[in-house]
């Protein structure tokens, strides 16, 4: 069956660092990989999408690698910021609707 | 515009009890999604529309579970019969048809707490 895996493990940086979170799958050739940014008691909010013929794609101070042979993609925030401090869930689409990631805690520490 | 609303924003219901909840898309998408979200998970999808046609549904909807889009404007999710494994955040979300490109719209969710 089809299967997203994000860290598991919170992930805790000094502010200024790079973040860089990921997210793995299988059984799954998703055309798009999408990311978002969910805050406590919030819907999630949709940051940047990346198609499977893109390796890599930037907004501001994020970044999102995506490869498809190793079924991958990182996702990177540099210049960190404690109002980056959320939980960022990736989303492959399946046809008609994504399925999402369990999520990974960003704590970025001043 | 003001975004995907949802409504209520919590709900506590007593096991059995059948309970409604509302989504109202962005005027322009005409596709609409129910999610439900556990704590520490991420959204789970149960089922899609686009305008009034429910075009898909997951297994996770149980025959306790419906939705429905009359008109392809706002959209409701019932439980029918609660069960405590039903506590979750329920989100709704909404599209254009170039959804990838834009990604989903979600609303704030509506809580749900089956005691």
């Known amino acids: 069956s089809q299967k997203i895996e994000q860290n598991s493990e919170a992930l805790n940086i000094q502010e200024g660092k790079t973040a860089t979170l990921t997210c793995n799958y299988t059984n799954y050739s998703p055309a798009y990989l999408q990311w978002y940014r969910q805050d406590p008691g919030r819907g999630p909010v949709f940051l940047l999408l990346?198609?499977?013929?893109?390796k890599e794609k930037r907004k501001e101070r994020l970044k999102v690698t995506f490869d498809t042979t190793l079924k991958q993609s990182l996702f990177h925030i540099t210049a960190s910021q404690p109002a980056d401090s959320a939980t960022y869930l990736c989303?492959?689409?399946?046809?008609?609707?994504?399925?999402f990631g369990t999520g990974t805690s960003l704590t970025v520490i001043p | 515009d003001t975004g995907v609303s949802q409504n209520p924003r919590h709900k506590i219901t007593k096991r059995g009890q059948n309970v409604t909840f509302r989504c109202d898309p962005i005027s322009e998408h005409n596709r609409l999604y129910w999610y439900r979200q556990t704590l520490g998970q991420g959204p789970e999808f149960l089922t899609y529309f686009q305008n009034e046609a429910q075009l898909e549904k997951s297994r996770l909807l149980s025959d306790r579970f419906s939705a429905e889009r009359p008109k392809g404007s706002f959209s409701t999710l019932e439980i029918q019969r609660t069960e405590q494994g039903d506590s979750a955040m329920y989100l709704c979300?909404?599209?254009?048809?170039?959804?990838?490109?834009?990604?989903?719209?979600f609303g704030s969710g509506t809580r749900l707490t089956v005691v």
């Open positions: 989303a492959l689409d399946n046809g008609n609707q994504f399925y």
């Open positions: 979300a909404s599209s254009t048809p170039w959804q990838a490109e834009y990604g989903y719209t």
């Open positions: 990346i198609r499977e013929n893109e």
